[in-house]
């Protein structure tokens, strides 16, 4: 309910906005009146090349992949998704999401190191070729200088946002990807594999099928990544002897790792050890370190660990089909969605059991 409160707020914001573009501030004699629709046509024209911009960052990708021998799965902005599904392209609407913008595209074997620089480079390229005529519209209108100034320093955002190397999360930005690129290279680092199957996942391939070979460098970042992503596998397969040789691996090194991608693993650990094992002293240890945070994690994994908890720790049934059907509310939402409909099976396979009983 919050959530969609706060897509409805976002949703009348944008239409002001654009409404106000519409409003000749030189008739309003109300000095705070004229203040307010300015600050609304600027919001306006702020939000639209936010908008523009990334249509046109993604679109560089598509374009630059597309040259280079990539295969094209999927392309997002603001939450409406074109993604192609048995050679067809479908279009899915999911509202605002945490990625405003997304090309997904997957490398074929033959595909060159300096292909793969290009591909990186090409979203913040393309944006950078956008401020040309921008810069000249600038120059020629002076009466407009001031809302086509806001739309420069907002591309401009945009180009050094995605051109200066960043990592939130275990999400790496184009320049971030370069800079891997160059100092790891495709042959020897696990980086641009765990690229390649996160967007695998995101289009939609479950980890049962996802092609995983075993990665030796166990003390990198994304090699911790990677086999999180071979226990989702041996999740998928309810292969126990592959999560096993996993779990151990990840709890012996998620402290490497950022808060968000240690809360990921630990939500597994608490899986793991109070259904999988039915250690219930050591899940409920986990779980205590991280209560607050996955009760307010809303999507479906947090769900499935707090249905699976509550079932396997506590045997109580109530909360247990209470997290489960909350999870599937929210199912198709979950933007990782191969992960999205192991999770969905998972939590459809507990109220089976639930409705069982003892």
Known sequence: MKKLIKQIAIFLVIILSILSLMIDVSKINDVAIKFGVQ????????????FIQIIVHELGHVVCGVKNNYSFLGFQVFGITIYKQNNKLKLRVDGFTDALGLAIMIPN??????????????????NSITLIPLIITFILFP?????????????????????IPREIAGNFNDGYLVKLYKSEGKDNGPALIYQKLQNELISGTRPADLELQEIQYEENIF????????????????????????INLLENRYDNLENIQKDSIIYELI????????????????????????????DINARRILAYYYYSAHLDLDKAKYYAEQGLEVADKYPIRGIGMMEKQLLNDLLEKIKKGW
């Open 143 to 163: 009466s407009q200088r001031f809302l086509i100034g806001i739309s420069i320093i907002v591309t401009t955002i945009i180009i050094l946002s995605n051109a």
């Open 271 to 298: 899986f793991y050890y109070c259904y999988i094992i039915g250690d219930k002293l050591k899940a409920t240890k986990f779980f205590a370190g991280i209560e607050n945070r996955l009760e307010k994690d809303m």
């Open 109 to 126: 074997e033959d595909v060159q190191d300096e292909d793969q620089i290009k591909f990186f480079k090409s979203g913040y390229i393309a």
């Open 39 to 50: 600050i609304y046509k600027l919001l306006a024209v702020a939000l639209m090349t936010l």
């Open 223 to 246: 090699a911790i990544l990677i086999n999180l992503m071979m226990y989702y596998k041996g999740l998928d397969m309810r292969d126990s002897s592959l999560m096993n040789s996993r």
